[in-house]
């Protein structure tokens, strides 16, 4: 079989003539009943064996179908497949449907329905500025912490309404009061307005599918200061990153603006870079940043052009790993023979 595939790679255009080929067949095959789900189970059975991970990706999948009706995309039909699949290991498995789960059939559902603009309620319009700012004043006024956490939405489609500099400015001076290893507070934020810095940031980010964040009004870059750490902490720079991002998150939710946590992963200042030397070097000399920093995440800010339905969350139950019995556990897909020798010591 080696030696075919060599003669194969040495005929010009074969790859691409084999690649078609085997793309056509896995089609025909899907339409066959039974076979798409045999095809898929078996991609899937290293990455499903428990039923943490199984309920992990289900989770996952149903959550990208979101971000596909985010920006205005039909959910493609290797997803719609996949879906199927693992909603089908569900019920050969016997797992109970909790609300994460009911959630991601109902996702499904949507999708093969095609009800997706009737799940996406568009944003009524036509209202004055003037009862806009008091509806997002009165909303700003009543709203306390625990609504603020459970309120907020990733947002990935905005208005053409352009977003108050000065206030974007306020809540990041109050965004800076997140925790932060040692107090270091190694975070800087680039605001970038211009369509054509947008566009410029955009050729290093990696998912090249996936830019709907140069749609929004207002992004912001967040960088992180590496030459502040000592070498033993410097993995906490993505963890205070992520405190300051969250209040900053939070915040423009509580004022009525919509933003989405999305990550830069275009290089980690650790020695793994997906992009040239020179296009890293011309990054920060567009942007006038020092090399210490390391840009961590973008956050794309504006006022939101359809309100996303909230995605169910895991009960504490199985959040609280501390409190396990052996019930929960068995639940969970956990082998007490293997997991946590150090706590069967300990009992």
């Given at each position: 079989m080696t030696w075919?595939?060599?003669?194969?790679?040495?005929?010009?255009?074969?790859?691409?003539?084999?690649?078609?080929?085997?793309?056509?067949?896995?089609?025909?095959?899907?339409?066959?009943?039974?076979?798409?789900?045999?095809?898929?189970?078996?991609?899937?059975?290293?990455?499903?064996?428990?039923?943490?991970?199984?309920?992990?990706?289900?989770?996952?999948?149903?959550?990208?179908?979101?971000?596909?009706?985010?920006?205005?995309?039909?959910?493609?039909?290797?997803?719609?497949?996949?879906?199927e699949v693992l909603l089908k290991e569900i019920a050969h498995r016997g797992i109970d449907l909790d609300a994460s789960l009911l959630w991601a059939l109902q996702m499904y559902a949507i999708a093969r329905t095609g009800l997706q603009a009737n799940y996406l309620k568009p944003l009524q319009t036509g209202a004055s500025q003037e009862d806009e700012a008091a509806a997002l004043g009165g909303m700003a006024a009543q709203s306390d912490l625990v609504n603020c956490i459970k309120g907020r939405r990733s947002v990935r489609r905005w208005t053409d309404k352009n977003v108050p500099l000065e206030e974007v400015r306020r809540l990041i001076d109050i965004a800076k009061w997140?925790?932060?290893?040692?107090?270091?507070?190694?975070?800087?934020?680039?605001?970038?307005?211009?369509?054509?810095?947008?566009?410029?940031?955009?050729?290093?980010?990696?998912?090249?599918?996936?830019?709907?964040?140069?749609?929004?009004?207002?992004?912001?870059?967040?960088?992180?200061?590496?030459?502040?750490?000592?070498?033993?902490?410097?993995?906490?720079?993505?963890?205070?990153?992520?405190?300051?991002?969250?209040?900053?998150?939070?915040?423009?939710?509580?004022r009525g603006l919509a933003a989405c946590w999305v990550g830069f992963v275009a290089w980690d200042n650790f020695g793994n870079c997906q992009i040239p030397e020179s296009e890293r070097e011309e990054f920060y000399a567009h942007f006038g940043v020092s090399r210490d920093y390391l840009p961590t995440s973008l956050i794309p800010v504006g006022y939101s052009a359809h309100s996303p339905k909230p995605p169910a969350r895991e009960s504490v139950d199985r959040i609280i790993v501390s409190e396990v019995s052996p019930s929960k556990a068995d639940s969970w897909g956990l082998d007490h023979s293997k997991a946590c020798p150090e706590r069967r010591k300990q009992r």
């Open positions: 075919i595939k060599r003669v194969v790679s040495r005929v010009p255009g074969a790859r691409r003539l084999v690649r078609t080929v085997q793309t056509g067949a896995q089609n025909l095959m899907l339409r066959v009943p039974g076979m798409r789900h045999w095809m898929c189970r078996r991609r899937l059975a290293g990455r499903i064996a428990g039923t943490e991970s199984l309920v992990s990706t289900i989770r996952s999948t149903a959550h990208v179908f979101d971000h596909y009706w985010g920006r205005g995309a039909a959910v493609p039909p290797r997803l719609l497949a996949r879906m997140a925790p932060s290893s040692c107090n270091l507070q190694p975070w800087k934020v680039l605001v970038l307005t211009k369509p054509e810095d947008k566009q410029f940031l955009a050729r290093y980010y990696r998912a090249a599918h996936n830019r709907f964040w140069t749609s929004a009004p207002l992004v912001l870059v967040v960088f992180a200061n590496l030459g502040i750490y000592s070498h033993p902490m410097t993995p906490y720079v993505q963890l205070d990153s992520g405190a300051f991002i969250q209040n900053l998150l939070l915040l423009f939710h509580a």
